[in-house]
């Protein structure tokens, strides 16, 4: 039977170029990196650096332990920090910052990842006050996962930048997929991060490596983060095994391939949009698009029978489904997928 799976982009497989590049590894381009010795890896984390404007970086096993390592250098238990109701930080991190970095989180509304600063002001703890908690870091997400990768483009970053400074926060992006918002816009990815303190990128998602994620800033911040990461178990030997994928997806043309993903999610959503009675299509910015149902069907059933018959989703509330198009979905997987969807809506 013909699978094709939109479950998550986290499901690409490598490259036969990322395997070609394994496979010329030997042992003089690896060592124990705990010890700050591979020498694939501290290529990679240079070059990683370089390409979103930062002094230093550091390469994690995955971007929930990027995310929670930016978080713990940033604050201190007992602070507070400031996430967006839908991050991936706050509802999808097995609420690790509270539980291991002992940080009281405070969630602000936004449209499509964008808040308002005026509702985010309100928000900013009095300093003076012995009964609170201080408000130390600000976290964005880009693009917003479960706003259907929407864009926040660089100028509201900015705006941000200068909220957090003018209240004496620092600022963090969860920037997962920002070379998707980078893809998109056409612009250099330096555009959104020169306005951060610290970004975390993936490797494993739309650029296609198997494992692994990037954390960037300035040196001291990736010196904190790095024995963060140690005590969270992060800390791999020869990992320049792994590593290597990461050269590869680095590169510009693998980079610019995302925006086969982003016409994929285009062909998709304009192929539903004929059921407007049953669903509503939220237009994708980049890779992911999002069904939201007008009835009260149950979703598990939708996903049940999508499942049956070979197209792979996720439900991402009880009216909503989630497709993320990525290197392992062509356009005719496209084709089929949308004449697979009609059908099962159809029915119900």
């Known amino acids: 039977m013909r699978i094709v799976d939109f479950r998550s ?11 070609e590049t394994v496979k010329k590894l030997d042992n003089s381009k690896l060592g124990d990196d705990v010890l700050g010795e591979d020498p694939t890896v501290n290529e990679l984390e240079s070059r990683a650096a370089h390409i979103v404007g930062k002094e230093a970086a550091l390469f994690v096993t995955s971007g929930t332990q990027g995310n929670l390592v930016s978080l713990l250098s940033h604050t201190n238990p007992g602070e507070e920090v400031l996430l967006e109701e839908l991050s991936h930080i706050f509802g999808h991190e097995v609420g690790s910052a ?5 940080l009281m989180i405070n969630t602000f509304p936004s449209k499509r990842g964008v808040p308002s600063l ?32 929407a864009i ?73 983060a790095r024995k963060f990461r140690k005590m969270l ?38 192929g539903l949009k004929n059921l407007d009675s049953l669903i509503k ?30 197209v792979l989703a996720f439900n991402i509330s009880k009216q909503k489904i989630r497709f993320v198009t990525h290197y392992g979905i062509q356009e005719d997987d496209i084709q089929y997928s949308i004449e697979t969807i009609r059908n099962v809506i159809q029915k119900y």
Do not use: Y
């Open 9 to 19: 982009d986290t499901v690409t497989k490598p490259s036969p170029e990322m395997w």
């Open 98 to 102: 509270a539980r291991i970095g002992g």
């Open 118 to 149: 005026d509702h985010l002001q309100d928000l900013i703890r009095d300093k003076e006050d012995i009964h609170e908690p201080p408000t130390t870091l600000l976290c964005a997400e880009n693009t917003h996962n479960f706003h259907g990768g």
């Open 152 to 224: 926040v483009e660089p100028k509201i970053l900015r705006e941000l930048k200068g909220f957090a400074e003018k209240n004496e926060l620092k600022f963090h992006l969860d920037g997962a997929r920002i070379f998707n918002a980078s893809v998109a816009l056409n612009q250099p990815v330096t555009q959104f991060t020169t306005h951060v303190d610290s970004v975390m990128f993936c490797l494993s998602k739309g650029l296609s490596c198997p494992v692994g994620s990037i954390v960037a800033g300035s040196k001291e911040f990736i010196s904190k």
């Open 233 to 270: 178990g992060g800390g791999m030997r020869q990992a320049g095994i792994i590593a290597s994928f990461g050269l590869v997806a680095l590169e510009q043309k693998w980079i610019k391939r995302l925006e086969e993903d982003h016409k994929n999610a285009k062909i998709l959503a304009d």
């Open 281 to 310: 299509v939220h237009e994708p910015d980049t890779n992911i698009v999002i069904i939201e149902f007008l009835n009260n069907i149950i979703i598990s059933k939708i996903i049940t029978e999508l499942n049956r018959v070979g």
